[in-house]
């Protein structure tokens, strides 16, 4: 297995990193996650357009252009030869004195890996259960940076409850997962929390949102409310590497049945056609 270490192939224990690299030292840095079905990576350019805008909202300098990020990772995937899994690319801004304050114009480091796996066809069949909870995060989720302890606290808090996710919540209003975006259905309209500064834009996220237009299905990017959450029909969440996975029970600070229905099987199918139907959404 090779990683990627700025613009090389290499083995893992071959790969040095600084003590001082800012992303070890401060969370200084952005990732992405791209999934790979039969050797192809789904939305790779989207993925990579939304880590250059994470980069830009960090004034971080890159060392590639989107098209080389691109040629890197499917250099890596086919080293690998990785046919199905994951590829997970990240920047840090590099190695300094450790110092709060940063430096524009720092060498921001590059490191890649793949990991072999399925996507959870069990769970996409039987759904999940969900933990709501408090959205503890900073105010950029819409930054895919490497900062998650929001993150994997919720994470954590879930699992202790035997839930496969936390769902998070601001003052009543519900944000998205520790790892996924949030759909709820009412009398067949789909509602998701807007693109702003307090969740992460899914690429899954918007790739539903297209399929949902195609499929003539009313979508409303708006705030909603636990109540809401409590009446919704169908509740979902969506993530590179859960797909539409949808959600049968909430516990933690609601406590909620649902039923799987139609418009998130729908969902759910279509953008298992578009994933194995084409490489680009
Ligand atoms: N929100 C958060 C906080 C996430 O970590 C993720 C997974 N990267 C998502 C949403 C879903 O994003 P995507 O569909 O691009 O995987």
Redesign the pocket.
Known sequence: EFVLYHDQYVKKQDAVIDMEDRGYNFGDGIY??VFVYGGKPFAMKE?FE?FISSASKLEMQLPFDAARFVELTEGLIQKNDLKDGMVYVQMTRGASPRNHLYERDMKCLVTGFTRHMKPPEDLHKAGIRVYLTDDIRWLR?DI?SLN?LG?TMAKRLAADHNCHEAIQHRDGTVT??????LFIVKDGILKTHPANNL?????????IMKIADEQGITVEEAPFTIDELSDAHEVFI????MEVTPVIQIAGQLDAHYEIGDVTRTLQNRLKKKIHGSAHI
């Not at 969740?199 to 790739?207: A, D, E, H, S």
């Open positions: 992405e996650v993925h939304r989720c895919k998650l993150n998205e997962g520790s790892s996924s975006n969740i992460l834009n899914g690429i899954t996220r918007q790739v969506s993530s590179t590497t």
